[in-house]
């Protein structure tokens, strides 16, 4: 349980710096307070369970991949691509294949969301996914039981997911429920960021919008749903209502 509070306060310090890069201190203060205040992420915060590290270290990944991007030197640049990557590699030990899948989306996201100017840090993206798969791959090799590396690939994939099968729109239904006292905002702030874009195609300042719909579709898209497998859309949702509300 200490870990997933850790990693809830990480999470939520992860998302305070992602909204000072891209908005200001008072959006990421307020993002930060929805996100510490939502009651579905403080019940997981006291869990003891490795999905809210799993949250926190995703979090982080996009926190270091836009750092990384929008970093003028190069020195900190790949510190920061580095340390991206140690958290996709933190994400994925804890949970398996899905969070490595989910992190590769938030650092593609962020990527299309970059001016055009901030596109030659390609390699600052594909780093982190070095990074990662090289981790995973020593582990494994120094891991002499197959039978925990086949069975850490069958349960942490959706293998023991049957039981759980629920229609497209699941996540539709139970995200307004994760995201109390917050939700009734939500298709407000989705809307305003929506045509905020339309008008003057900033991307860059839609990305919370971006990041949230591309984690939501994706994993509306398997049969094997959950609430708690939503939970790294949280603090990008948190951050997309505190714009709303700035």
Known sequence: R????????LGALGIFVMGIRLYDRKTGFVAALCLICSAFYCKWAVMARMDMVMTGALTWVGAFTLLAAQSRNDIPRWLFAIAAGICLTAATMAKGFPPFVTGLLIIGLIFVCLPNKKRNAIPLFI??????GAVMLIWFAMISDTGFIQGFLHFQTGGTGAKHQRPFYYYLINLPVMLLPWSFWLPFAFWDSWKNLRGTCNW??????????GIFLFFSMFGNKRPHYLLPLLPFAS????????
């Open 204 to 213: 860059t300042e839609a990305l919370p919008l971006v990041v949230s719909t």
């Open 239 to 246: 951050l997309l209502i505190s714009q709303y509300f700035i």
């Open 127 to 132: 780093l982190p996914l070095l990074i990662t």
């Open 2 to 9: 200490l870990a997933s509070a850790v990693f809830a306060i």
